[in-house]
């Protein structure tokens, strides 16, 4: 399985980005996705997660509102819209996938992980 995050990149207070996740060796028809982020010397933080029944989003609070996820299937790509964005966004950004039905924010139920993006907003 691999997952391959891309669309990061620098962008100013307020404005937007969309980061994509394309696998390989898996199907988001069949596995829920989630993206994460991670600054230095932190852990790495929940942002969103979709699970692949039903289309349920899970969102941290920081973001509701501001970034949605959503997936292709025919694709087989998953999409991380953030808008309104804020210099306290600034991260990588990973997305995951497993084969289960979740919108978990554990980082623990997620059993394949992209390399990562990295989403600048200047203040």
């Known amino acids: 399985v691999q997952l391959q995050a891309s669309g990061g990149g620098l962008v100013q207070a307020g404005g937007s980005l969309r980061l994509s996740c394309t696998a390989s060796g898996l199907t988001f028809s069949r596995s829920s996705v989630a993206w994460f982020r991670q600054t230095p010397g932190k852990e790495r933080a929940f942002v969103a997660a979709m699970r692949w029944r039903n289309d349920i989003a899970n969102y941290a609070d920081s973001v509701k509102g501001r970034f949605t996820i959503s997936r292709d299937v025919a694709k087989n790509t998953a999409y991380l819209q953030m808008n309104n964005l804020k210099p306290e966004d600034t991260a990588v950004y990973y997305c995951?996938?497993?084969?289960?039905?979740?919108?978990?924010?554990?980082?623990?139920?997620?059993?394949?992980w992209g390399q990562g993006t990295q989403v600048t907003v200047s203040s």
């Open positions: 995951a996938a497993a084969t289960i039905s979740t919108t978990t924010p554990n980082t623990n139920s997620w059993t394949s």
